[in-house]
């Protein structure tokens, strides 16, 4: 195709740029996929921030990518993508470990139809997760805001969706990183893995939701949804995105929204503490 779009150049130099350009992009998008146009108009911008430490074994993170792809492709999503004002989201989705590894996986995508939907989708199964070093949710925030603060499109809303099965315990405090997005009108929501069958057992907490809760999520109508059982899980992302994307209630157990009441107090640098106490055992696992 691009042979013959140059020969149409030589010979008729107007009428081969007409043919030659919408051909040249056809193939970019063919390979490629369609980019994000400048300052495409979408209800919601979501980040989609996967934790991937190592914590987590392979099964696990297998679990984790097959499941954000089928709740992004569900009928369920793509209905509530189709009831916002301009019936299309933007995603970006990456994975996340130490606040030093932020690996994009799905770049900034629209998506306005069940077939762009089952595209991302695609993309996501394309490929594989690798476990990494540490755990820095406020790393992982700083990365998404970023990415909302550069997207190339104006978005209503602006969230990101962060998972996570364990506390921050590397860079600066979560709260630091939460409340510097929050002041820019960002929203966080949280997806909590309560699980307890991977590695590094001594890193977790029992009250990792409260943590959520307390710690992480922040910002306009921020919630979060825990993740008890593996077996949840594609579920639980599947209705937190339908919650996102629409700011539809489902009658769903455990969404718990963010508490902007003081009650007694919690220490959100219990990540940071486990860590100087026992991660001196895990210097070749480093978590």
Same mark, same amino acid.
């Given at each position: 195709?691009?042979?013959? *779009?140059?020969?149409?150049?030589?010979?008729?130099?107007?009428?081969?740029?007409?043919? *030659?350009?919408?051909?040249?992009?056809?193939?970019?998008?063919?390979?490629?996929?369609?980019? $994000?146009? +400048?300052?495409e108009r979408v209800d919601v911008a979501l980040v989609?921030?996967?934790?991937?430490?190592?914590?987590?074994?392979?099964?696990?993170?297998?679990?984790?990518?097959?499941?954000?792809?089928?709740?992004?492709?569900?009928?369920?999503?793509?209905? /509530?993508?189709?009831?916002?004002?301009?019936?299309?989201?933007?995603?970006?989705?990456?994975?996340?470990?130490? %606040?030093?590894? *932020? %690996?994009?996986?799905?770049?900034?995508?629209?998506?306005?139809?069940?077939?762009?939907? #089952? /595209?991302? +989708? *695609?993309?996501?199964?394309?490929?594989?997760?690798?476990?990494?070093?540490?755990?820095? !949710?406020?790393?992982? !925030?700083?990365? &998404?805001?970023?990415?909302?603060?550069?997207?190339?499109?104006?978005?209503?809303?602006?969230?990101?969706?962060?998972?996570? #099965?364990?506390? %921050?315990?590397?860079?600066?405090?979560v709260t630091e990183a939460r409340d510097e997005a929050? +002041?820019?009108?960002?929203?966080?929501?949280?997806?909590?893995?309560?699980?307890? #069958?991977?590695? &590094?057992?001594?890193?977790?907490?029992? #009250?990792?939701?409260? @943590? @959520?809760?307390?710690? $992480? !999520?922040?910002?306009?109508?921020?919630?979060? $949804?825990?993740? %008890?059982?593996?077996?949840?899980? /594609?579920?639980?992302?599947?209705?937190?995105?339908?919650?996102? !994307?629409?700011?539809?209630?489902?009658?769903?157990?455990?969404?718990?929204?963010?508490?902007?009441?003081?009650?007694?107090?919690?220490?959100?640098?219990?990540?940071?503490?486990?860590?100087?106490?026992?991660?001196?055992?895990?210097?070749?696992?480093?978590?």
């Amino acid at each position: 195709m691009a042979r013959f *779009a140059f020969t149409r150049l030589t010979y008729h130099p107007r009428m081969a740029f007409r043919v *030659a350009v919408p051909a040249m992009v056809a193939v970019f998008i063919a390979l490629f996929g369609a980019p $994000v146009r +400048a300052q495409e108009r979408v209800d919601v911008a979501l980040v989609l921030a996967v934790d991937v430490s190592r914590s987590m074994s392979y099964e696990e993170l297998r679990i984790q990518r097959e499941g954000y792809a089928a709740a992004i492709s569900s009928p369920q999503v793509v209905r /509530a993508i189709g009831q916002g004002a301009y019936r299309r989201i933007a995603i970006t989705l990456f994975e996340w470990a130490a %606040n030093v590894h *932020a %690996n994009e996986i799905i770049g900034w995508t629209i998506i306005e139809s069940q077939a762009d939907a #089952d /595209a991302v +989708a *695609a993309e996501l199964l394309a490929t594989r997760s690798f476990g990494e070093r540490r755990t820095s !949710i406020s790393g992982a !925030i700083h990365h &998404a805001t970023g990415l909302l603060e550069t997207a190339p499109l104006l978005a209503d809303r602006r969230v990101i969706d962060i998972s996570g #099965d364990g506390p %921050n315990n590397q860079g600066v405090p979560v709260t630091e990183a939460r409340d510097e997005a929050v +002041a820019k009108g960002i929203t966080i929501n949280g997806l909590p893995m309560m699980t307890r #069958d991977g590695f &590094a057992q001594q890193f977790h907490i029992d #009250d990792l939701d409260r @943590y @959520y809760t307390k710690c $992480v !999520i922040g910002g306009p109508g921020a919630f979060m $949804v825990p993740v %008890n059982d593996w077996d949840q899980f /594609a579920e639980a992302v599947r209705r937190k995105l339908v919650m996102e !994307i629409g700011q539809v209630e489902e009658a769903a157990p455990r969404v718990v929204p963010a508490q902007f009441i003081l009650e007694e107090p919690y220490d959100c640098l219990i990540g940071e503490k486990i860590w100087q106490q026992r991660g001196w055992q895990f210097d070749d696992f480093d978590r």
